[in-house]
């Protein structure tokens, strides 16, 4: 069995409308998933609002899920949880959130 850990992620929103979710890179990522609810927790793996998978780095280096749709207000709580496949097989990282 595996000691891999999913690496924290970074949520960021530079602006009121959208926000960002990433990890740096390692050797070994091939995928990083983001599923993701806004003031609500996540009590099953299936009750969340976005859910995508991302298959490559973006400029700058990282895996990065990007909403620019939702309009954030002071006091919302980003609900996620992520994946990452690493070395061909799946792992998660729960109970993950983030208030702007």
Not at 60 to 88: A, F, I, P, S
Not at 95 to 100: L, P, R, V, Y
């Given at each position: ?15 009121r ?48 899920y ?35």
């Amino acid at each position: 069995m595996s000691g891999y850990q999913v690496p924290l992620a970074r949520v960021t929103s530079s602006e009121r409308r959208g926000f960002e979710v990433s990890i740096d890179d390692e050797p070994g990522i091939s995928l990083f998933g983001f599923h993701g609810r806004l003031n609500e927790p996540i009590v099953d793996l299936g009750n969340q609002t976005w859910a995508a998978d991302i298959i490559g780095k973006d400029k700058d280096g990282r895996w990065t899920y990007t909403n620019r749709d939702v309009e954030l207000k002071d006091g919302d709580v980003l609900y996620y949880w992520t994946t990452v496949r690493y070395n061909g097989r799946d792992y998660h990282r729960m109970n993950q959130s983030a208030g702007f």
